[in-house]
């Protein structure tokens, strides 16, 4: 990562190493959680990678956690109704472009089936998830400006680090989790970035 060579280098999200912080934040907003899958696009070339570590995040909480796949969004509907009838109580998506893309119907269909969603950007949290822990996205581009001014300056790519993000986000719906019913410790609210009313 510090040195990449070769032409390579770039901006990570972190996507895998924060999922046992989002899982740990998910059991605190809601008492009581036992019970979680991960929502995740079965076209992705990173799903299994997305769902063994949700699996062991889980594990390491005492949470039950499994993945449940879709791989159209004509899926979303049956999907949601089964994790309904399975009685989980949680449901997070992880960075995905058609998780993005559907995010309001995601975030539609969690709260139409009484489900807590967990996610990982401000969008996916303005579209209707309960809560969202993740990377500052507007940080991560204005720094992909400044690497594109150095490659247009002549540094070559190899030379610049894979940038890791340093700026963290913990966003909580209120809007949704009073149609969840749910009460959001004031402890928790408190440590939130933001809250949305």
């Not at 040195?3 to 280098?9: G, L, S």
């Not at 990377?135 to 300056?153: E, F, M, S």
């Not at 340093?166 to 989790?177: M, P, S, Y």
Request: charged content about 20%; hydrophobic content about 45%; some cysteine.
């Amino acid at each position: 990562m510090a040195r990449p060579e070769a032409n390579v280098t770039g901006l990570s999200n972190s996507a895998g190493d924060l999922i046992g912080k989002r899982l740990e934040l998910f059991k605190e907003v809601i008492p009581g959680l036992s019970r979680v899958a991960l929502l995740v696009n079965a076209n992705s070339q990173l799903a299994s990678v997305y769902a063994n570590t949700t699996a062991t995040a889980a594990a390491a909480l005492g949470l039950s956690g499994q993945a449940i796949k879709w791989s159209a969004p004509e899926d979303l509907d049956s999907v949601f109704a089964t994790m309904k009838a399975a009685q989980i109580q949680g449901v997070i998506v992880n960075p995905d472009g058609w998780a993005f893309t559907y995010r309001a119907t995601i975030s539609k269909l969690a709260i139409t089936n009484g489900l807590a969603l967990s996610s990982w950007s401000r969008q996916t949290l303005d579209a209707g998830a309960l809560m969202s822990y993740g990377v500052d996205h507007d940080a991560i581009c204005r720094r992909v400006a400044v690497y594109v001014d150095k490659l247009l300056k002549g540094t070559k790519p190899g030379e610049l680090p894979v940038e890791q993000p340093t700026k963290f986000e913990f966003l909580i719906n209120l809007r949704t989790a009073r149609a969840l019913g749910l009460e959001i410790p004031p402890t928790l609210l408190a440590r939130a970035d933001e809250v949305i009313e």
